[in-house]
């Protein structure tokens, strides 16, 4: 008895090796966990022009050469490449972000005036869309370079041979045209249910003065919440910072 009692544990541990054994050789297969390929920041909204006196009085934190073709952004890290649109015209450039800084929230950006004469921006509504680019999937821009070859290539050939993408389909409005289309909307935020963006619509109009808020139904679980159309921004500028104030930090500007 004490001999079949003793194989009995014997074979009870080998047993409890082996599966220890077996679940240790798996521990040590080399899995391959998938990367996430990280996400490329882009926005859209106003760009402030910098000036000297915005340094001086405090409005932007940095202080920036205006004669080069640099950016500043409150959160983007120095050195960033980032394309710059300005889609009324269609015009582009890849510029460097130079620092991080603090500005009025109103604003996506800050570029120099060197910029915003290449983009042709208007100082009444300087509407601008610009993403971060993938250095190693596009070309690398050498100190800003504003493809000056390319656009002098594209003057001299004929018109009916170049052929346009679809950011580029506003370029044949004449600029009446391009003035009626600079309609401005202020996003607020996007709701799961109706009734909440309805309870939020009706609280705001009570503390600020809002005669153009609306709530827009983008999907049957997507309300959203938006104030507008703005013709300019300086209309627009002092429903954002009324909103602002009330603790609306993350508004969304688009221009329809």
Known sequence: MYFIRYDKNLMLKKSYLILFLFFFSASCVDYKIP???RKYYSSSGFALVYEDRFYKEGV???KIDNDKKIALHNFL???TLIKINNPINSKEMI???NKKAEYPKIFNIVITKNIASFLEIEEENPYVEFEEIKVNKT???KKANTFEEEKNVAEKAPVEKIEMSDITKNINLNKSEIKKSNKFILI???FYYKDTARALKNDLGKKINIDNIFIKEISTNKHR?????FKSFNTLKNVYISLNKLGFENL???RE
């Open 139 to 141: 070309f690398i821009a």
């Open 77 to 79: 890290k120095p050195g």
């Open 188 to 190: 607020i935020s996007d």
């Open 225 to 229: 919440l938006f104030v507008g159309p």
């Open 252 to 254: 969304n500007i688009v």
């Open 35 to 37: 990367k996430t390929e």
């Open 60 to 62: 932007i934190s940095k």
């Open 95 to 97: 510029v460097k972000i």
